[in-house]
């Protein structure tokens, strides 16, 4: 259950909007914040927020890829697998992290600290290959820095 201030703050941003469903992805982000991830009880508390169905909330949680609706790491690693990173070693970038953090996309380190995911474009495309870490948008990675990216993150 989230506390009565964040559901006041939600409820405004739900007053505010135009449509409620437009409302819907800063409810899921805020919701997500509190709880790590959307859990099943934050899609029944967004969809009570947005007066739709937990169906409907379902159905836009799971199309944007940066709402989790399972449980991720402190720091999501986001690795651009669209076209401009693909042909700037992306692939390659997504393997080495994977052997950095000894775990392969879509897993979870076992300390818990970061998930690591291939993800679509993330608009950084003349900076590719391209990385999100946590909410930071790091272009130009490359093998060399990517361990500093990480460590830098690890200890924020
Ligand atoms: S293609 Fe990677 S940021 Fe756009």
Redesign the pocket.
Known sequence: MIPTELKTKLQSRVSAAITNREAAVDVMKALQAHYGWLTDEAVVEAAELLGLSPLQVEELATFYEMIYRRPVGRSVIHV?D?????AMG?ESLLSHLSGLLGIKPGETTTDGTFTLLPCC?????GE???VMIGDTICGRVTVENAAGLIERERNR
């Open positions: 651009c669209s076209i401009s990173c693909w992306g474009c993330l608009g950084n495309c590719a290959p391209a």
